[in-house]
């Protein structure tokens, strides 16, 4: 089975504070994506990641970079976390399209 | 732009009594149409996948079809344990990407 794992499934941050967000798959696949996901406004794409150290833009990138130095290991990066990125993040692994992803349990974060 | 659209966003059924949801979609060029359900609180997991016009899926309750505009998932005789918020997404063929392009939801509760 694949198994995709996020570090947290619930955060708390201040205002201001770097976020890191970590998410691990176990199924050597080369493309990893990050979602947030809000009430009303469905799944929304914020970064993704065909290979090691390549990363492109999702819908949503603003206030967020990401970082991919392993195959398995993707990271959402917050530099100075703000109220309007309180939600429900979701990473994804897949492999090369057309192929399923598959997601991780998420990581609801709030921040204060 | 590519969009997808899901109605209802919220269906109440008997505990037997079977519907149909719907997802439609616009595309430049369908690579593939996945469905998934979503429990509250946790990450989308994977249910079908259709590539073409014409095919059907199925698993235990669930028939996933696909036409050239639009899906559906039909529920036959549901349980309460099939409640959940379901998603439908596209994957275009354009320009190779890998994303996927997902609809809001339709969330689905069977009353026993």
Redesign the interface.
């Known amino acids: 089975d694949v198994k995709v794992t996020q570090s947290s499934r619930y955060l708390v941050k201040r205002t201001g504070e770097k976020v890191f967000l970590e998410c691990v798959q176990d199924m050597d696949h080369e493309n990893m994506f990050w979602y947030r996901q809000d009430p009303g406004l469905g799944l929304r794409l914020i970064y993704f990641s065909y290979d090691v150290k390549m990363k492109e833009k999702g819908d949503i990138p603003e206030g967020y970079s990401v970082s991919r130095e392993k195959k398995e290991r993707f990271s959402l990066i917050l530099e100075s976390a703000s109220t309007n990125q309180t939600s429900m993040y979701l990473c994804a692994s897949s492999l090369r399209a057309p192929n399923i992803q598959y997601f991780g349990a998420g990581t609801r974060l709030s921040v204060l | 732009e590519d969009q997808v659209t899901q109605s209802p966003e919220a269906l109440r059924l008997q505990e037997g009594e079977s519907s149909s949801l719907n997802c439609s979609y616009t595309v430049s060029g369908l690579?593939?149409l996945?469905w998934?359900r979503q429990d509250p609180?946790?990450?989308?997991?994977?249910l079908f996948?259709l590539?073409s016009a014409g095919e059907e899926k199925e698993k235990e309750r669930l028939k996933a079809t696909l036409t050239k505009k639009e899906s559906f998932l039909h529920i036959t005789a549901p349980k309460p344990e099939d409640s959940a918020t379901y998603?439908c997404?596209v994957?275009a063929a354009q320009g190779?990407?890998?994303?996927?392009v997902?609809?809001?939801?339709t969330k689905l509760t069977v009353n026993p």
């Open positions: 690579r593939g996945f998934y609180g946790k990450g989308p997991e994977f996948t590539y998603l997404a994957q190779g990407s890998e994303k996927l997902f609809g809001k939801g």
